[in-house]
């Protein structure tokens, strides 16, 4: 039972343009969320996050986005740039718990010079 | 500053054998989580520790053993090792409080064959 979806496996855009990565949850218990950004052979680092009680966090290329009534958080990339190419995991924390992070499976983002 | 670091990067196993797969943090994190991560899928909770001499199981559990005898090191016991733990295990560490993310070592790929 996946708590965390991310339903696209793989996005190609062009450069400068932007970039959309979706993500769905079912557990009502998630209270922080956050984007982790994953080249070949490294581990994940975080790239942005943000909390149950607001609906957008952006830093600078970077917006997140969360509708909380649709159990929908997405993140969106603008302008996208070609290193930005990577897997971007989505992942939850729940409240009560040892803030231990469900992720999702992970979009390959494939930006296009 | 280090961050978390794991040892040692690639490891092959036959069957049948037993490894220890070593995570450090120098962050003086209270919280550290070993996650396995399989093609194509999210990364799935093995165990965690929220402090030294306190751990708990995860998702994924059965086949593996934890220690936490100082609040630096995080050590994976890995015995009997069978295919399916062939796999790329991550570390982590975080503060354990609201509203912060975790933070990755560079992963230990191990093939068991």
């Known amino acids: 039972d996946q708590q965390v979806k991310q339903n696209s496996p793989s996005l190609s855009v062009q450069e400068g343009r932007i970039s959309i990565l979706n993500c769905d949850y079912t557990?009502?218990?998630?209270?922080?969320f956050l984007w982790y950004k994953k080249y070949p052979a490294e581990g994940p680092t975080f790239l942005i996050s943000?909390?149950?009680?607001?609906d957008k966090n952006e830093d600078g290329r970077f917006t997140v986005f969360l509708n909380k009534s649709a159990k929908h958080l997405s993140l969106h990339i603008v302008p996208s740039q070609p290193g930005d190419s990577a897997v971007y995991f989505c992942a939850a924390i729940s409240s009560g718990s040892a803030r231990q992070l469900t992720f999702g499976s992970g979009t390959q983002l494939t930006v296009l010079p | 500053n280090a961050g978390v670091t794991q040892t040692p990067k690639f490891r092959i196993l036959k069957i049948g054998q037993s490894m220890t797969l070593q995570c450090a943090q120098d962050?003086?994190?209270?919280?550290m989580y070993w996650y396995r991560q399989d093609p194509g899928m999210g990364l799935k909770l093995i165990y965690y520790?929220?402090?030294?001499?306190?751990?708990d199981k995860g998702e994924v559990p059965n086949g593996y053993n934890v220690s936490r005898s100082t609040t630096e090191d995080f050590p994976l016991r890995l015995e009997l090792a069978a295919p399916s733990q062939t796999s790329v295990y991550f570390c982590a560490s975080s503060t354990g409080t609201m509203n912060t993310e975790a933070f990755f070592g560079q992963g230990t790929r191990l093939t068991v064959v």
């Open positions: 557990n009502s218990m998630f209270d922080y």
């Open positions: 943000i909390s149950s009680i607001k």
């Open positions: 520790s929220v402090g030294a001499g306190i751990t």
């Open positions: 962050m003086n994190h209270n919280y």
